[in-house]
Nanobody, 127 residues
Framework: QVQLSESGGGLVQAGGSLRLSCAAS????????MGWFRQTPGKEREFVAA?????????VYAESVKGRFTISSDDGKRTFYLQMNSLIPEDTAVYYC???????????????????WGQGTQVTVSS
């Protein structure tokens, strides 16, 4: 069983950066899709970014974070990351990492039913 554990959240001023990490126990990532989601009180969980491998990396971002956030993975460390730059107050949320076994295209990744989730980490961006 793959279990996910996040770290790296915190408080940052607008314009700053944070890097979230999601460490996985168990199998390596090459056979998994990896995603990041976020949620604020009273709202549904929102897709942020995802990564999968077919013949080459399949990477997709939400429009709201494109150009500012970068998803990446280190299979040897069994960890994937979300580098968040140029943060704005609207990025404030609890961020969750997620995974699902299999290989998926960029069209599939945002709507995929991920079946492994981290516990969440708070990101707060002050203005």
């Amino acid at each position: 069983q793959v279990q996910l554990s996040e770290s790296g959240g915190g408080l940052v001023q607008a314009g700053g950066s944070l890097r979230l990490s999601c460490a996985a126990s168990g199998r390596t990532f090459s056979s998994f899709a990896m995603g990041w989601f976020r949620q604020t009180p009273g709202k549904e969980r929102e897709f942020v970014a995802a990564l999968s491998w077919i013949a080459w990396p399949q990477i997709v971002y939400a429009e709201s974070v494109k150009g500012r956030f970068t998803i990446s993975s280190d299979d040897g460390k069994r960890t994937f990351y979300l580098q968040m730059n140029s943060l704005i107050p609207e990025d404030t949320a609890v961020y969750y990492c997620a995974a699902r076994e299999g290989r998926y295209s960029t069209d599939q990744l945002p709507r995929l039913e991920y079946d492994r989730w981290g516990q969440g980490t708070q990101v707060t961006v002050s203005s």
